[in-house]
Every structure is written in structure tokens, then in C-alpha cells.
């Protein structure tokens, strides 16, 4: 059905099928991926394969690949893909690459999904489902966080990085910047950095 739908010959003018294949290493082959889109039935032409190298946890807006092959490619293409992370870091960098694709004319077909045109009623839904459950993901690490940070307060844990700087030395540098000296000077003394230095004046002497 999916064949038959980009293949060109049931319409005019043909209908160009693109292939985005990305690995985060080196040591990965992109060609497993092609297989896997050429076994699925899909026929694309060697000069529209764009694979890269790139980590995944990096936006697909600064991925060299794809904003190649966003250049290459024009309304009423297809584009496939192995997996919705090839086109974006997490749910809502792959939506909103989903619906760019949309606003070009572009479909946008992932086999993970059984290969489903992703801009299509029901690839929609799907992704609605995905985003959805992203988003509960999201919320209960935001409240676990916050459960944990919660916890420890109560316990009288301190938060936050240590300090770098023991009490007497706090008490040095507040003492030492009110006699005039620089900050960038102290800090240069006691082997850190301005910031340190700047907390350590800032701090309230305990």
C-alpha cells in the first residue's frame, strides 16, 4: 500500500523518495539502516541518502546531514526513516521536525511504526501518544526531583555544589576586599576562580 502510494506510478509528477540514516559512533554502519529501508520496499536513489555521525542527544536543527538534505529535498517528496530519534533529540525536537516537514508538502514515513506516513491523520495520532507520554515522563522526573531535594532538606543535608573555600577562608576574602584588594587578585592568591571569590564576598559570615 505504502508502494504504491510513493512510488509515481499512480501520479504525476513522480514522487522523489529521500533516506535519513544517522549513528552516534563511528564503529555503527548507517548501511543497516538503508537495508532495512530498501527491505521495507521502499526504492531511493543513491544521491538521495543523507547518513551522518552526529549524537543523538544533538537538536536536529544543527545536524550539517540533515540540513543538506533539507535543501535536496522539495513538496510532494518522501522522506524515510528507520526511528523517530533519527529525526530529533526527544519527542518534542521530533515534532516539530514532523510538522516542518508538513508545511514543505513533505511526508515523512518511520518504518519503527510500521512505516506510517507521520504527517498523515494517523500519524498524528501516534504522535500525539508519544508527545503525551513524553510529557508524563518529564513531569514525574520534575517530582521526583523535587520529592528528593525535599528529603534531603528535611535532613539537613546541604544543597548544591561545596563551597571550594573552607569558613576562615570565606571570612579572608570578605576581610581582604573590604581592606580594597581586587578580586581577580585574591583569586589569583588562593588558586580559584572570580566566581569563587564573588560567593565567598557574598556570603553571610557564619
Do not use: W
Request: glycine residues 8%.
Amino acid at each position: 500500500m505504502i508502494l504504491d502510494d510513493i512510488s509515481g506510478q499512480n501520479s504525476s509528477p513522480v514522487t522523489r523518495t529521500f533516506a535519513y540514516a544517522r549513528v552516534s559512533t563511528i564503529e555503527q554502519d548507517p548501511e543497516n539502516q538503508i537495508r532495512e529501508i530498501v527491505a521495507a520496499g521502499f526504492v531511493v536513489e543513491p544521491h538521495r541518502i543523507i547518513a551522518e555521525t552526529v549524537s543523538g542527544s544533538q537538536a536536529i536543527a544543527h545536524r550539517k546531514g540533515f540540513a543538506r538534505l533539507l535543501d535536496k529535498m522539495e513538496r510532494g517528496d518522501v522522506l524515510v526513516v528507520t526511528k523517530l530519534d533519527r529525526l530529533g533529540r526527544d519527542a518534542i525536537d521530533v515534532s516539530t521536525t514532523v510538522t516542518k516537514l508538513e508545511t514543505l508538502g513533505i511526508r515523512v514515513h518511520c518504518l519503527a511504526l510500521g512505516g506510517v506516513d507521520l504527517t498523515s491523520s494517523a500519524g498524528k495520532l501516534t504522535m500525539g501518544v508519544i508527545n503525551a507520554v513524553a510529557q508524563f515522563e518529564r513531569d514525574l522526573l520534575i517530582e521526583r526531583t523535587q520529592s528528593g531535594l525535599a528529603r534531603a532538606k528535611a535532613q539537613g543535608k546541604t544543597l548544591g555544589r561545596p563551597s571550594t573555600l573552607s569558613a576562615d577562608e570565606h571570612a579572608l576574602v570578605r576581610e581582604r576586599i573590604a581592606g580594597g584588594e581586587a578580586v581577580s587578585s585574591i583569586a589569583r592568591d588562593m588558586g580559584t576562580s572570580r566566581q569563587t571569590i564573588m560567593r565567598a564576598r557574598d556570603s553571610e559570615p557564619k
